[in-house]
């Protein structure tokens, strides 16, 4: 059997060319599909991290603004009056600067949704003077917002569960001096929680303000358990500086991406968070459709081994079988192809050569024993004559000797020598 002189067939040959050029597109869509993935995840972060920057800007300037109509405030004539002479006010000059008092309060509660109350504590007057009226005077709630403005590192102070601005008068602290009066402006967390469901987009998002100092929290209907992992996995402790940034984080298996900013103003945070596989739902039917491609691309792959098998190995193989069928000597091999196309082609030429190289060989061979039988011819009419003179002088001889007993038997051998001479066919 004659050995094969390939190791690699044409049809691995063939596949593995097609393999490598569909290999490189495959790829390409995987590096397509993933920094699609990766944009759109740059890109949420980016509006995440430009949504709460926006919104904790806007609070800060709204404190701000409030802050200022505070400090204005401490110069309000009515106000000073009562608290250094009211004992010097008639009950008619304290009712009209009450009242002027109480307008503009009114007027400072009503220029922001974020301010529940506002109020004047003058402990000089006795009086804690509100927007909406004209309260007694308590000593104590006194003493508590000195102490909580006194104790206080950021604009907004905390009381509990409870936000305020508070400004004393005198504001300085380098003595021990108490404060005149106090303008103290209560916040309304719901207004805050309100701020923070608006930059809600989707019910499973969520937004978060978180104190440093009072560790007070204002979220937007999400479990504590989640903000205490958040806090955790991003900061810990009171931040040097103000930072803003987004950054993902698994928390419980699921991950999270996570936009927050830090404000030094409030000593707070205000964070934004949204589940990945939220945001990437809609992507989901990409990763079908990849599915699809993926199951499509091997079926490519094998629709076209079968065809290169049946329509190009196998014919191929034949032809080099039927080769190696010549070489062993069998020339009355014949091969048929079913379809027209150039197998068919090569197919009737292999035929025609086999035809013609039998007839060759048999020519040749015929013509080689003719050319065999002629100089046997020849060469036993050269020898003929000088058997025939050589057998009679050794008649002559051993008649000659009287040697009858070789004699008898050489004539006897003679005879049968031109017996079968004359048997022979002649040549032709």
Do not use: C
């Not at 007694?136 to 409870?162: C, L, P, W």
């Not at 402790?237 to 984080?249: L, Y």
């Not at 993926?294 to 094998?302: A, E, F, G, H, I």
């Not at 000797?401 to 002649?426: C, H, I, M």
Request: aromatic share 12%.
């Amino acid at each position: 059997m004659a050995e094969r002189s390939w190791k690699v067939s044409l049809l691995s040959r063939l596949i593995i060319s097609f393999v490598i050029i569909i290999a490189p597109i495959y790829g390409l869509g995987i590096f397509m599909y993933n920094s699609g993935l990766e944009i759109l995840r740059n890109e949420l972060s980016n509006s995440m991290i430009s949504q709460v920057s926006y919104y904790l800007d806007n609070l800060e300037t709204e404190i701000r603004r409030i802050q200022k109509l505070q400090y204005e405030l401490l110069n309000d004539n009515d106000i000073n009056r009562m608290a250094t002479i009211s004992e010097t006010l008639t009950n008619i000059e304290i009712r009209d600067a009450v009242l002027r008092i109480r307008n503009r309060l009114f007027a400072i509660k009503n220029s922001s949704k974020y301010i529940k109350s506002t109020a004047v504590l003058i402990p000089g007057a006795q009086k804690e003077i509100t927007d909406s009226g004209v309260s007694e005077f308590s000593s104590e709630k006194f003493g508590e917002m000195k102490a909580i403005a006194r104790n206080a590192d950021a604009s907004i102070v905390y009381d509990g569960n409870s936000m305020y601005l508070i400004v004393p008068y005198p504001y300085s602290y380098t003595t021990e001096r108490d404060p005149i009066f106090l303008i103290v402006s209560e916040l309304s967390p719901e207004e805050f929680e309100m701020t923070l469901k608006a930059m809600k987009s989707k019910p499973d998002e969520g937004a978060a303000f978180y104190n440093f100092q009072s560790m007070n929290l204002i979220d937007a209907d999400v479990g504590v358990y989640l903000h205490e992992e958040i806090r955790r996995r991003i900061f810990s402790g009171i931040p040097a500086e103000t930072a803003e940034r987004a950054e993902i984080i698994s928390i419980s298996g699921t991950n999270y991406l996570v936009a927050y900013k830090i404000s030094g103003y409030f000593r707070s945070v205000l964070y934004k968070y949204i589940p990945e596989n939220t945001v990437f739902e809609p992507l989901n039917d990409f990763k079908g459709w990849f599915a699809v491609f993926t199951v499509l691309s091997l079926t490519v792959v094998v629709v076209y081994s079968t065809y290169l098998h049946k329509f190009i190995h196998k014919p191929l193989s034949r032809l080099a079988s039927s080769f190696a069928e010549v070489k062993r000597g069998n020339l009355d091999i014949h091969i048929e192809h079913d379809v027209d196309d150039e197998f068919r082609f090569i197919y009737r030429n292999f035929n025609s050569m086999v035809s013609d190289l039998k007839a060759l060989i048999e020519q040749t061979y015929t013509q080689k024993l003719l050319v065999e039988k002629a100089n046997m011819k020849q060469l036993q009419s050269q020898i003929n004559p000088h058997f025939l003179y050589n057998s009679f002088f050794i008649l002559n001889t051993m008649a000659r000797t009287e040697d009858y007993e070789n004699l008898e038997r050489f004539t006897e051998q003679l005879g049968k020598y031109f017996q079968f001479v004359t048997r022979s066919a002649p040549m032709r």
